[in-house]
T-cell receptor, first 117, second 114 residues
Framework: GESVGLHLPTLSVQEGDNSIINCAYSNSASDYFIWYKQESGKGPQFIIDIRSNMDKRQGQRVTVLLNKTVKHLSLQIAATQPGDSAVYFCAENRQHAGGTSYGKLTFGQGTILTVHP | DSGVTQTPKHLITATGQRVTLRCSPRSGDLSVYWYQQSLDQGLQFLIHYYNGEERAKGNILERFSAQQFPDLHSELNLSSLELGDSALYFC?????????????FGSGTQLSVL
C-alpha cells in the first residue's frame, strides 16, 4: 500500500561530518513533507518542512531536498554533532478528496543516526 | 519543551482494564492529535480534534475513544486493554484546523499492558 519509507535504518557518522538521511514516498498527491527528530524518551521534534512546490529548503545546519520526479526526500545535516544523535522520521501529509488533510501525517519507519565523537 | 503536556508519563495496567490518557495542548492551539508509536507499526495517526470537534480518524480501534473539552485539553480513553495495546501514545497540537502545518508533540505516555 501507500507508505513513506526510509532506505537506511541506521546511519553512523563522525562528529563534524555531514549526514544525509533519505526517505521515499509513494503518493504523488502528497503536498507537504516534514522531518522530525526523536530523542530517547521524548516526543518527535519538528526540524524542517517543505511543500511540494519547492525543491529545497534550508534551516540552521539542515537542508531538505525534495525530488518529486522520483518521490524522494532527503535531510542533510551539516557538521553533525553528538547532540544530533536520534531517530529521524520523515512524514508526509496527504490531501483528502476535499483538499484538506487535517494534519494526518503519515510517518516513515525512521533512521537511527549515531554521531561518534 | 514543546509546550504540550501529557499525563501520566508511564502507565502500567492489566488486560481488560480501561485507562485515560490526558493531553494539554500548547497555549492557543485548537487542534489536538493522538498518535500511537509501537515497534512494529511505527507512528500511527489515531484521531484529530479541532476546537472540540472530531475532524479525522485514523487507525483507531473501536475500543479507543477520545474527546476534546471546552478548555481544549483532550483525553484518550483505551478500554478492554490487550497486550498489543502496549505502546507510546503521543499527543500533538497545532494552531490550525487544516493540514499542512507542523505539529508539536508531547513527551508521550508509555502504556504497558501486562
Amino acid at each position: 500500500g501507500e507508505s513513506v519509507g526510509l532506505h537506511l535504518p541506521t546511519l553512523s557518522v563522525q562528529e563534524g561530518d555531514n549526514s544525509i538521511i533519505n526517505c521515499a514516498y509513494s503518493n504523488s498527491a502528497s503536498d507537504y513533507f516534514i522531518w522530525y527528530k526523536q530523542e530517547s524518551g521524548k516526543g518527535p521534534q519538528f526540524i524542517i518542512d517543505i511543500r511540494s512546490n519547492m525543491d529545497k529548503r534550508q534551516g540552521q545546519r539542515v537542508t531538505v531536498l525534495l525530488n518529486k520526479t522520483v518521490k524522494h526526500l532527503s535531510l542533510q545535516i551539516a557538521a553533525t554533532q553528538p547532540g544530533d544523535s536520534a531517530v529521524y522520521f520523515c512524514a508526509e501529509n496527504r490531501q483528502h478528496a476535499g483538499g484538506t488533510s487535517y494534519g494526518k501525517l503519515t510517518f516513515g519507519q525512521g533512521t537511527i543516526l549515531t554521531v561518534h565523537p | 519543551d514543546s509546550g504540550v503536556t501529557q499525563t501520566p508519563k508511564h502507565l502500567i495496567t492489566a488486560t481488560g482494564q480501561r485507562v485515560t490518557l490526558r493531553c494539554s495542548p500548547r497555549s492557543g492551539d485548537l487542534s489536538v492529535y493522538w498518535y500511537q508509536q509501537s515497534l512494529d507499526q511505527g507512528l500511527q495517526f489515531l484521531i484529530h480534534y479541532y476546537n472540540g470537534e472530531e475532524r479525522a480518524k485514523g487507525n483507531i480501534l473501536e475500543r479507543f475513544s477520545a474527546q476534546q473539552f471546552p478548555d481544549l485539553h483532550s483525553e484518550l480513553n483505551l478500554s478492554s486493554l490487550e497486550l498489543g495495546d502496549s505502546a507510546l501514545y503521543f499527543c500533538a497540537s497545532s494552531g490550525q484546523q487544516l493540514g499542512g502545518e507542523k505539529l508539536f508533540f508531547g513527551s508521550g505516555t508509555q502504556l504497558s499492558v501486562l
